[in-house]
């Protein structure tokens, strides 16, 4: 029998060792559960895809900080993997958990290239597909703190407590609740 109930996609976002993969893993893992007849499928669950787009392309987290032009080429290859992963997640299920978001390259480009840049990207046509998905999801946002935060060689870490926690990205996200669109 088909639904009509409409599951939104469910973003989990935040700053790095706030424990969105294990929420993201600890929800998979409980959907196991759901009775196999529901209606509702489940959702396919897409994993951070940074990582996988800094091997693939040899970027280190050291190229953030150090080439505005690397980190920006790093966060467009970021944005297009993200716009891709989710797509390719909709032509399995009706709907997704994604550890991570489109929104996120576009923080780390005001952060570590230029505003300019952000606006740049803002126009790219996967911006434009995660921004329409995004308006209608669910994002949750993990809150930083820092008694967890260690370095992986991987994450890109922070001088201090206080660099961690700023929160002056000024990447703002309206929902269709106020009838705004991503910024």
């Known amino acids: 029998m088909a639904s009509n109930i409409n599951i939104p996609n469910i973003y ?6 706030t424990g969105k993969t294990t929420l993201v893993n600890r929800l998979q893992n409980e959907l ?38 690397k980190c920006f080429a790093l966060q467009r290859l970021i944005l ?8 390719e997640a909709l032509r ?6 994604s550890d991570r978001s489109g929104l996120d390259p576009l923080v780390y480009t005001k952060r570590y290239v230029s505003t300019d840049a952000v606006a740049e990207m803002q126009l790219e046509p996967a911006w434009m597909e995660v921004k329409d998905r995004m308006a209608k999801s669910l994002i949750v946002v993990c809150e930083a703190g820092t008694p ?15 660099e961690w926690m700023q929160t002056d990205a000024d990447v703002s996200y309206r929902g269709p609740r106020q009838g705004k669109a991503l910024a």
């Open 148 to 162: 967890w935060l260690m370095d992986d060689g991987v994450r890109l870490m922070p001088g201090s407590e206080e």
């Open 32 to 69: 196991e559960y759901w009775p196999a007849d529901a209606s509702i499928g489940n959702p396919q669950i897409i994993s951070e895809v940074a990582r996988s787009v800094l091997v693939k392309n040899n970027f280190t987290a050291n190229d953030i900080t150090s080439s505005t032009r």
């Open 80 to 87: 297009e993997a993200q716009a891709s992963a989710e797509k």
């Open 92 to 97: 399995n299920s009706s709907w997704f958990i």
């Open 12 to 17: 989990i976002i935040g700053p790095q060792s």
